[in-house]
């Protein structure tokens, strides 16, 4: 199993960090920890987010594949399409690793043999998104018709951590929702603001993830969290608000300065 990151330059932000450094920290400490465990580490881009880690952060395999994303002017808004759309790209088993995700220990072993997996589950809000793209002219496919204002699913899956060893069931999901997202009629429709939301994204990543799993392939998806929200390895996540904690970034530098040799910090 591999180990998978990527970026894509064009959504604002810094994945959530106050800086574009802040943003290189927390990506090289998670990429070191990936290299402990994983035999291959590769990461997806495109041309702009390449040359942001190039001579910085070592991978295995570096990839332009997201370049196609601003060629086909996909809404920079929605920022986990380009997670999908890498989905996609997948031939082998693999571990997709978001840039706020510290792994310091081997996952458990049934992960390692499992279908799919995640990092955990959350409850499910998504429903009035839904609804709300369906009924502005949002075109699905017969999954998504079926579900839509289905209620029955209440939990939907964090994907900070995501992958599996039927690499060809998740892209094919994947593939889904390409072919959703960039059908004429949608493009029309995501190009109206008011839908471009972190709602929208997890509609598309999190909760198509159930229908196309679970309901249709009869995968389950196992997590690395039990019921109980505890983790059975060293795991950190750092969420939301926690990237533009000053303490917590200084304690990410300081963890860069002592375990990566050669990384360029800027104080």
Same mark, same amino acid.
């Given at each position: 199993?591999?180990?998978?990151?990527?970026?894509?330059?064009?959504?604002?932000?810094?994945?959530?960090?106050?800086?574009?450094?802040?943003?290189?920290?927390?990506?090289?400490?998670?990429?070191?920890?990936?290299?402990?465990?994983?035999?291959?580490?590769?990461?997806?881009?495109?041309?702009?987010?390449?040359?942001?880690?190039?001579?910085?952060?070592?991978?295995?395999?570096?990839?332009?594949?997201?370049?196609?994303?601003?060629?086909?002017?996909?809404?920079?808004?929605?920022?986990?399409?380009?997670?999908?759309?890498?989905?996609?790209?997948?031939?082998?088993?693999?571990?997709?690793?978001?840039?706020?995700?510290?792994?310091?220990?081997?996952?458990?072993?049934?992960?390692? %043999? +499992?279908?799919?997996?995640?990092? &955990?589950?959350?409850?499910?809000?998504?429903?009035?998104? !839904?609804?709300?793209? =369906?009924? $502005?002219?949002?075109?699905?496919?017969?999954?998504?018709?079926?579900?839509?204002?289905?209620?029955?699913?209440?939990?939907?899956?964090?994907?900070?951590?995501?992958?599996?060893?039927?690499?060809?069931?998740?892209?094919?999901?994947?593939?889904?929702?390409?072919?959703?997202?960039?059908?004429?009629?949608?493009?029309?429709?995501?190009?109206?603001?008011?839908?471009?939301?972190?709602?929208?994204?997890?509609?598309?990543?999190?909760?198509?993830?159930?229908?196309?799993?679970?309901?249709?392939?009869?995968?389950?998806? %196992? +997590?690395?969290?039990?019921?109980? &929200?505890?983790?059975?390895?060293?795991?950190?996540?750092? !969420?939301?608000?926690? =990237?533009? $904690?000053?303490?917590?970034?200084?304690?990410?530098?300081?963890?860069?300065?002592?375990?990566?040799?050669?990384?360029?910090?800027?104080?």
């Amino acid at each position: 199993m591999i180990a998978v990151f990527s970026n894509w330059s064009a959504p604002l932000g810094n994945s959530g960090f106050l800086s574009r450094n802040d943003y290189i920290l927390s990506l090289a400490l998670s990429v070191k920890c990936a290299r402990d465990i994983f035999p291959e580490v590769h990461f997806y881009g495109d041309k702009k987010s390449i040359d942001l880690i190039e001579g910085k952060i070592p991978f295995d395999k570096v990839f332009d594949s997201l370049e196609i994303l601003n060629e086909k002017k996909i809404p920079p808004e929605l920022s986990s399409y380009s997670r999908i759309f890498v989905y996609s790209l997948m031939d082998q088993p693999f571990a997709y690793i978001n840039s706020d995700v510290y792994i310091r220990e081997p996952l458990p072993q049934h992960i390692l %043999d +499992s279908n799919i997996f995640c990092q &955990g589950w959350e409850h499910n809000t998504m429903s009035k998104g !839904i609804i709300s793209l =369906k009924n $502005n002219g949002f075109y699905g496919n017969e999954y998504w018709e079926r579900f839509y204002n289905d209620k029955s699913i209440t939990s939907i899956p964090n994907m900070q951590i995501f992958g599996g060893n039927q690499f060809e069931c998740i892209r094919q999901y994947a593939s889904d929702i390409i072919s959703m997202v960039e059908h004429p009629f949608n493009m029309e429709v995501l190009m109206h603001k008011r839908f471009l939301t972190e709602e929208i994204n997890k509609v598309l990543e999190q909760w198509y993830a159930v229908v196309r799993f679970i309901y249709f392939e009869g995968v389950e998806m %196992d +997590s690395l969290f039990n019921e109980n &929200g505890i983790c059975p390895i060293k795991y950190t996540h750092i !969420i939301d608000d926690a =990237k533009k $904690n000053r303490s917590i970034m200084e304690k990410v530098k300081n963890k860069c300065k002592k375990e990566i040799k050669n990384l360029i910090i800027i104080d």
